[in-house]
């Protein structure tokens, strides 16, 4: 099976007007952006995205929308995932899934499963899905981790092809690689575990400040998968000191402060987020000054 899902996924952000409306001048500006910068594949309507707070019509707008302005024809990820299995199966049986290349997962959140639940959990979205799925683990979010034995069985059914490990057990993340298929995608979920999971096998990340730093991503797997391992690594810390600002008020605060700083969209949330405080504004302003990359524009 081709890898559509090597190097850099970018789990895009959902630009809004001040009104709260869906900016989509904004958006075409980040997509152009972004397959500029070298991004492999998008994410559309998943946590960074703030899925969360949009409607089912404001997602099938943004799916279409990106669909029809994706110059370069990059594959793209469609988030479905929530705790309700029914509605999930539903939801996927009712959207057109024709230009999607897979659809990400989220494991269940605030049910907490057993991991038997996960597994069936699972199994019903893969079976009743006409596009491959990428499962989601993410217990800081979830409160429930998806074990490593669990995402083995799972990398058995034939229409699940991989994970995005958000988990930050690299243990977990070796034993996924050792014992799952060989066609298995191992994806990272974090930024800066990028370059450590890359060295046990992973395929590449799906980022969040990829959406501003997609060049830099770019390179950072150039390095690597061309043993230029010294430089990749100082690519990784080149992204220490503005990575844990993005998560200081919430994803996507940060990265959406970033992008308003470099003139793509605005910072605009949705509640019960808030838009980055003059504070963190200004530490986001301090960090970019003092990032030996430039802001890709």
């Given at each position: ?280 504004s200004a530490d986001i302003a301090l960090a970019l000054e003092e990032m030996k990359i430039k802001p890709?524009?």
């Amino acid at each position: 099976m081709e890898n559509k899902f090597a190097g850099t996924g970018v789990a895009l952000v959902t630009p809004f007007d001040k009104n709260q409306r869906i900016d989509f001048n904004s958006l075409r500006k980040l997509l152009v952006h972004t397959a500029e910068g070298g991004a492999g594949y998008l994410i559309v309507c998943g946590t960074t995205g703030e899925s969360a707070t949009l409607s089912n019509t404001e997602k099938k707008d943004l799916l279409q929308f990106i669909c029809e302005n994706n110059e370069q024809q990059l594959p793209v990820v469609f988030g479905i995932g929530g705790n309700n299995t029914n509605q999930l199966i539903n939801t996927i049986r009712n959207t057109s899934l024709d230009k999607i290349d897979a659809i990400l997962s989220v494991c269940p959140y605030y049910n907490k499963p057993s991991q038997e639940g996960i597994i069936n959990h699972f199994r019903l979205i893969a079976d009743a899905s006409p596009v491959p799925v990428i499962l989601y683990n993410v217990p800081g979010r979830t409160s429930s981790n998806i074990t490593w034995e669990t995402t083995c069985t799972l990398a058995q059914h034939p229409n699940i092809i991989g994970v995005k490990e958000a988990s930050g057990y690299l243990e977990q993340c070796m034993r996924i690689k050792l014992e799952s298929p060989d066609n298995f995608l191992l994806i990272s979920g974090d930024d800066l575990l990028t370059l450590p999971m890359l060295s046990i096998g992973a395929t590449g990340v799906i980022s969040v400040l990829a959406n501003a730093f997609p060049g830099h991503f770019k390179l950072l797997m150039n390095q690597y998968f061309t043993t230029n391992h010294l430089d990749a690594k100082k690519s990784v810390f080149d992204l220490l000191a503005i990575n844990s600002l993005m998560y200081e008020e919430g994803n996507p605060v940060g990265i959406k402060e970033v992008l308003k700083q470099i003139h793509i969209c605005e910072n605009y949330v949705r509640p019960p987020l808030l838009p980055a405080s003059e504070k963190l504004s200004a530490d986001i302003a301090l960090a970019l000054e003092e990032m030996k990359i430039k802001p890709d524009r």
